[in-house]
């Protein structure tokens, strides 16, 4: 298996425009987790899935944000519309179960300016 | 809610040498989960290693072991024979079961020819 997949790997985008971000996970994984890396405030869980249903979106935080799971294999992190402060890197993870080891993507470096 | 702590912002280590890394985690559960990731510049999470919290024994992969203090909610982990691929931000982790991942603030490992 390849891995868990993420792309883009670097988004720039102006202030207030959506952005997508997408996620592969690694085949047979049931878990799949969206992070968000930032200087001040570390790696935080913005919201996790479990077989496609979302399970915990306390981290998310605010409703320009959105998290999507369509199918075992696919899911997206939507922010609309975008700010600056959400500048950050954007990791997915995916697990076969909650606490076996989680597999990181490579993230995607987010710039809103 | 669970907490975990890093002291060491930043430690640097002659090749060949050994680094402890310290972590303290704030929880009143008694089943969980311990982990150290491993974050290079090229910006992947990787699991170093990975401890149950009902196992006495530490754990050990390689060069990396944990000292795992449960009474001291203490988990430190030890670089032995410190190689330059070594350089990275270690991530202390916490997961209760059925649970969150909750990461510590990063501790930056420097390693010196």
């Known amino acids: 298996d390849a891995g868990v997949i993420q792309s883009p790997r670097h988004e720039v985008t102006e202030m207030g425009q959506e952005v997508t971000l997408r996620c592969k996970p690694i085949?047979?994984?049931?878990?799949l987790f969206w992070y968000r890396q930032t200087m001040m405030r570390g790696l935080e869980l913005l919201i996790y899935f479990n077989n496609n249903v979302p399970i915990d979106d306390s981290g998310m935080p605010e409703d320009r944000f959105s998290a999507k799971m369509p199918n075992a294999s696919f899911s997206t992190l939507k922010i609309q519309p975008s700010e600056p402060r959400d500048s950050a890197v954007y990791f997915c993870a995916s697990s076969h179960q909650l606490n076996t080891e989680a597999f990181f993507g490579q993230g995607t470096r987010l710039t809103v300016v | 809610a669970q907490t975990v702590t890093q002291s060491q912002p930043e430690m640097s280590v002659q090749e060949a040498e050994t680094v402890t890394l310290s972590c303290t985690y704030d929880?009143?559960?008694?089943?969980?989960?311990l982990f150290w990731y491993k974050q290079p510049p090229s910006r992947q999470m990787i699991l170093v290693i990975r401890?149950?919290?009902?196992?006495?024994q530490n754990a050990t992969e390689n060069r990396f072991s944990v000292n795992f203090q449960k009474a001291a909610k203490s988990f430190s982990l030890k670089i032995s024979d410190s190689q330059l691929g070594d350089t990275a931000m270690y991530f202390c982790a916490f997961q209760a079961a059925g649970n969150k991942l909750t990461f510590g603030g990063g501790t930056r490992v420097l390693v010196k020819p």
């Open positions: 401890q149950e919290a009902y196992k006495q």
């Open positions: 929880t009143s559960e008694s089943n969980y989960y």
């Open positions: 085949s047979g994984h049931d878990y």
